[in-house]
C-alpha cells in the first residue's frame, strides 16, 4: 500500500523553527515530485513548496521564501520542511503529496497525500 506519512508538527512559539518530515512507504517516491500544501483553519489549502525527484530544483511560495527550505533523502524515502522564523499565520495542518510531474503548485498534479501534521505557532 502507498502512503505518506508526516511527522514533526506541534506547537511552538512565534519566532521558533520545526522540521516536518515526510516518510513514504509502499514504493519508491524517487521519481515522484514531492510537495508540502498546508490548510490554515477556515482558509483555502495552499502550496508550501515542492521538489523534483532529483531534488536539484525547488519551489516555494512567494510569501515563504527565505525562512522554509523542501529537501529530500531519497535513500531514506523521505521528504523534509525546515520552517524558520514561524509566525502565527503559518499556523496549519501541513500536507506531503507525491506526484509524477514536476514540481508545481497544482495540488491537482499531486496523486499522492499524506494525512496531514498540526503546525500551531503561539504568539
Known amino acids: 500500500q502507498v502512503s505518506l506519512v508526516e511527522s514533526g508538527g506541534g506547537l511552538v512559539q512565534a519566532g521558533g523553527s520545526l522540521r516536518l518530515s515526510c516518510a513514504a512507504s509502499g514504493r519508491t517516491f524517487s521519481s515522484d515530485a514531492m510537495a508540502w500544501f498546508r490548510r490554515a483553519p477556515g482558509k483555502e489549502r495552499e502550496f508550501v513548496a515542492a521538489i523534483r525527484g532529483s531534488g536539484g530544483t525547488t519551489h516555494y511560495a512567494d510569501s515563504l521564501k527565505g525562512r522554509f527550505t523542501i529537501s529530500r533523502d531519497n535513500a531514506k524515502n523521505t521528504v523534509y520542511l525546515q520552517m524558520n522564523n514561524l509566525k502565527a499565520e503559518d499556523t496549519a495542518v501541513y500536507y506531503c503529496?507525491?506526484?509524477?510531474?514536476?514540481?508545481?503548485?497544482?495540488?491537482?498534479?499531486?496523486?499522492?497525500w499524506g494525512q496531514g501534521t498540526q503546525v500551531t505557532v503561539s504568539s
Open positions: 503529496a507525491a506526484g509524477f510531474l514536476g514540481a508545481t503548485t497544482n495540488p491537482g498534479e499531486y496523486s499522492v
